[in-house]
């Protein structure tokens, strides 16, 4: 394969190539739509991360310190909402897998990059028509929408659904792209068993993405015809059932659980391959343990409701399928240490995110099988335990996956380098603040505390406070990363080609890419991670 050395970088690339705003807003190259996803994604977590910390001050004491139990409903809705349907389902799909997908099939962008383009606007319509209901009747139902409560109140439910359906729509839209990127535009000699791993996690949560995500469409179309119309499909009052919806929810809800957590494995599996100097171990388990995911995927979403009436023997089937899930996710886990065993691991900034992943994500597992269980979900249904498991795979899994991600992208993304040891601060003030914000709350929901309630006793007082210091430290961690990346892109030393000594093809190019990405159409003879 022709490779381009890194003397072209200091020239023409995607970045300078075309100059002005209208030649970001109509681009098509999947590179800069990429960015646009990651300003808008990072503008979000913002919002989202200061609705989370009102909430953790709110809860620093008991009794109500500035939010009425009315505003406490609307804050953590929205910090729901958004951090579910703007940060975490589009944040590494549409940022890093949109910017490396065609980079790491050899190709020149995905498929259809009108259809990009356009996925990027329709998330921005369904993301500010969500955001303007904050200036009319806000939203109070919990992330979730369940009725008949969400029928009842007077709240914006009707414009907040149909953003999310929109959102849905665009998640859709790349889900397409990049499946028929995937079938049709990797490069000579790149087959399927010589993709890199990023490509196989991103190929399963696409057939999510498109295969679940219509669930949710008409689940929310419903709801609208059943506040507008009163069609009695929910409202026990016109002969329909309010549990119905939390079937329907879950339905594609807990497929999306997996469209937010597989591209972070993905990432994950990159890093220990670059970072422990080893080829991964068991490539074709962890290939296929991705689709394994997808797959039983769609057989769970009843644990959500053991607690709702269904019948015991729905309750132990949704509950076994639940634990077989644990299966290939540990497949993942235990080929990543074996990768790890023996390798000549460098404890990079990224590396340590990549590690941070691991434990948390480890945790966050080892809590979904306590909650899979019947018995002891009657106890931990709806309390902080529940509170605490999401936010381990949540903040703790796909946050973590996606900053490591993104400080091992950031020389080929912008052709800088950033103050490692600042970076590894970061990780620090992120990773001990997640721990002492939330493992506290495992404690509470053991011992009772209900989730989504703006008061609480006394008895709660001194973990709620350690959890809300914990919630500060992750902020200043957050707050100290935008930092280094601003402080990266302005002073940071010229990035060469493969700062990190990777393997996959986006290594081969300058830093940053070209427009077109390739000065040669690559021609691969070997793999995976042995491009010659
Ligand atoms: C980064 C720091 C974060 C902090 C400090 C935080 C804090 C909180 C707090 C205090 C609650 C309210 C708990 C209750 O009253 O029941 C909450 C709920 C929630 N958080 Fe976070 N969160 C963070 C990040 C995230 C992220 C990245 C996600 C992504 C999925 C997320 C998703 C949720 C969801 C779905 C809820 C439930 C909302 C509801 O009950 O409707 N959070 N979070
Ligand atoms: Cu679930």
Not at 32 to 57: C, E, K, P
Not at 127 to 143: N, P, R, V, Y
């Given at each position: 394969?022709?490779?381009?050395?890194?003397?072209?970088?200091?020239?023409?690339?995607?970045?300078?190539?075309?100059?002005?705003?209208?030649?970001?807003?109509?681009?098509?190259?999947?590179?800069?739509?990429?960015?646009?996803?990651?300003?808008?994604?990072?503008?979000?977590?913002?919002?989202?991360?200061?609705?989370?910390?009102?909430?953790?001050?709110?809860?620093?004491?008991?009794?109500?310190?500035?939010?009425?139990?009315?505003?406490?409903?609307q804050v953590l809705t929205y910090h729901g909402a958004i951090m579910v349907f703007m940060v975490i389902i589009p944040g590494i799909p549409a940022v890093l897998g949109n910017f490396f997908l065609p980079l790491h099939i050899g190709a020149k962008d995905v498929a259809f990059p009108?259809?990009?383009?356009?996925?990027?606007?329709?998330?921005?319509?369904?993301?500010?028509?969500?955001?303007?209901?904050?200036?009319?009747?806000?939203?109070?139902?919990?992330?979730?929408?369940?009725?008949?409560?969400s029928i009842k109140t007077g709240t914006a439910v009707v414009t907040m659904v149909l953003a999310a359906f929109i959102m849905g729509m665009s998640s859709i839209l790349t889900g397409l792209n990049f499946i028929v990127t995937v079938h049709k535009l990797r490069a000579p000699g790149m087959t399927m068993h010589r993709m890199p791993l990023f490509v196989w996690a991103l190929y399963s949560t696409a057939i999510l993405q498109v295969l679940a995500t219509p669930v949710l469409g008409i689940t929310l179309l419903l709801l609208v015809a059943e506040r507008t119309l009163g069609v009695g499909i929910f409202d026990p009052a016109l002969g329909g059932d309010p549990v119905l919806f939390q079937h329907f929810f879950w339905f594609y809800s807990h497929p999306a659980v997996y469209i937010m957590i597989l591209p972070a494995m993905g990432v994950v599996s990159e890093l220990i391959t670059t970072f422990s100097k080893k080829t991964i171990f068991g490539y074709t388990a962890i290939a296929y343990s991705s689709l394994g995911i997808a797959g039983v995927s769609f057989f769970v979403w009843g644990h959500h409701m053991f607690v709702s009436g269904q019948s015991e023997i729905a309750g132990i089937v949704f509950s076994f399928i639940t634990m077989l899930v644990g299966v290939p996710t540990a497949i993942k886990m235990f080929n990543w240490l074996a990768t790890l065993y023996k390798g000549s691991i460098s404890f990079q900034s990224p590396m340590l995110y990549a590690m941070g992943f691991m434990f948390l994500f480890a945790i966050g597992g080892v809590t979904g099988i306590m909650l899979a269980v019947l018995a002891t979900d009657v106890h931990f249904h709806d309390t902080y335990f529940v509170v605490a498991h999401f936010h381990y795979v949540m903040v703790g899994g796909t946050l973590m996956a996606l900053m490591g991600g993104f400080y091992y992208w950031f020389p080929k993304m912008f052709g800088k380098m950033y103050n490692e040891s600042l970076a590894r601060l970061t990780f620090i003030f992120i990773f001990v603040g997640f721990n002492v914000t939330f493992f506290p709350q495992f404690i509470l929901g053991a011992m009772g505390m209900p989730r989504r309630y703006f008061d609480y006793i006394p008895a709660y007082q001194s973990l709620n406070a350690i959890s809300t210091v914990g919630s500060w430290l992750i902020g200043t961690g957050f707050l100290l990363s935008l930092y280094v990346l601003v402080q990266g892109l302005r002073k940071g030393e010229k990035a060469p080609a493969n700062p990190w000594g990777s393997k996959t093809l986006e290594w081969t190019v300058p830093s940053p890419p070209i427009h077109t990405n390739f000065e040669v159409d690559p021609i691969v003879k070997a793999g995976p991670y042995e491009y010659k």
């Open positions: 394969m022709g490779t381009t050395t890194a003397t072209h970088s200091g020239e023409i690339n995607y970045i300078n190539e075309f100059k002005g705003l209208k030649s970001w807003f109509t681009s098509l190259d999947h590179k800069r739509i990429g960015l646009m996803y990651m300003i808008s994604v990072m503008f979000f977590f913002l919002l989202g991360g200061l609705a989370a910390l009102l909430l953790r001050l709110e809860l620093l004491k008991p009794g109500g310190q500035f939010l009425t139990p009315d505003q406490y409903n009108r259809l990009n383009l356009a996925s990027w606007y329709v998330f921005m319509f369904g993301a500010l028509l969500a955001a303007s209901t904050m200036f009319t009747s806000k939203i109070d139902t919990g992330w979730t929408f369940y009725t008949p409560y």
